[in-house]
């Protein structure tokens, strides 16, 4: 049998794990066969390549399943570098995940991009109150002043925490009252 390719995990997520096949980039003829038979597969609900980019993203049941269908039944290319780090987030099915928790995995996923992209400069905190304080100023700009311009312009405060760092309103009122003070009001 001749070398398989070598496949590198570029990520796994909840029923999701993207490859990397960079000997076969361009290859169409080897990306459609890795196509047709992984959908074969019980544990694979579905198959994208990008034989452009040497890619292959396997949507899966479950993990447990795709690794010993892999073991047992893929002569197109072999794991190069499974990290177990990679695979342990992957190993909870999403299935039993709430909703909150799915979006909050999605958007730890995107944060992650998104600071890989920027060397660490920017994160989606900072592109979501870049989007919203760009549309609370077309907003503005229509003559939207009272709810639509200030709400965008509220959520684009908050998606930086802004409001975290100020006193609660009515805070200067509701402070302790000293012994000495309680004493002088009868409490």
């Excluded at 975290?164 to 003070?181: C, H, M, Q, Y």
Aim: aromatic letters at 6%; hydrophobic letters at 45%; proline letters at 6%.
């Amino acid at each position: 049998m001749p070398d398989l390719p070598k496949a590198h995990v570029c990520h796994v997520m909840p029923n999701r794990l993207r490859l990397r096949i960079p000997d076969r980039r361009h290859d169409t003829a080897f990306f459609d066969a890795v196509k047709s038979r992984l959908s074969k597969w019980g544990s694979v609900e579905r198959v994208a390549v990008n034989p452009t980019a040497g890619s292959v993203v396997v949507h899966f049941s479950d993990l447990v399943d795709l690794l010993a269908e892999h073991s047992a039944r893929n002569d197109l290319f072999t794991l190069a570098d499974a990290d177990p780090r990679l695979l342990d987030g992957a190993m909870e099915s999403s299935a039993g995940a709430s909703l909150a928790e799915q979006v909050r995995q999605g958007f730890a996923a995107v944060d992650r991009t998104m600071r890989r992209w920027t060397g660490g400069q920017e994160d989606s905190r900072s592109l979501i109150f870049l989007g919203l304080f760009g549309a609370g100023i077309v907003q503005l700009l229509r003559g939207n002043m009272t709810a639509p311009a200030v709400t965008l312009f509220w959520y684009a405060g908050d998606a930086l925490r802004l409001w975290d760092s100020l006193p609660p309103a009515g805070a200067a009122a509701s402070r302790p009252v000293p012994d000495n003070d309680r004493a002088a009001t009868g409490d």
